[in-house]
């Protein structure tokens, strides 16, 4: 029913910089929040940012003043801009969505994309 696709994975080196985005598909009555987590090889997934319809934005401690989330409400999607990248970062990045669903009974669902990989060199 809901289907969030990632983009702008990649190669970077160290101290370089990363866009990624996430569009939400589907029968979609409302999303909030949007946010990305990651995973690195051999760590739980652990969260980077999330972003509130409103706007109210959280960050892990670690990417505060570096990372940058926004989103679109209209064409939900949401964006991670990335800056000053350490190689310790390298992991396979997740989108995530809250959203209403569109259903005889509107109901909230918790979704997940397939992640994209960032990789940064040292």
């Known amino acids: 029913q809901v289907q969030l696709v990632e983009s702008g994975g990649g190669l970077v080196q160290a101290g370089g910089s990363l866009r990624l985005s996430c569009v939400a598909s589907g029968s979609i009555l409302s999303i909030n929040p949007m946010g990305w987590y990651r995973q690195a090889p051999g760590k739980q997934r652990e969260l980077v940012a999330t972003?509130?319809?409103?706007?109210?934005?959280n960050y892990a401690d670690s990417v505060k003043g570096r990372f940058t989330i926004s989103r679109d409400n209209a064409k939900n999607t949401v964006n991670l801009q990335m800056n000053s990248l350490k190689p310790e970062e390298t992991a396979v990045y997740y989108c995530?969505?809250?959203?209403?669903?569109?259903?005889?009974?509107?109901?909230?669902?918790?979704?997940w994309g397939q992640g994209t990989q960032v990789t940064v060199s040292s």
């Open positions: 972003i509130t319809s409103g706007g109210t934005t």
């Open positions: 995530n969505a809250m959203v209403l669903i569109a259903t005889t009974i509107p109901r909230w669902g918790n979704y």
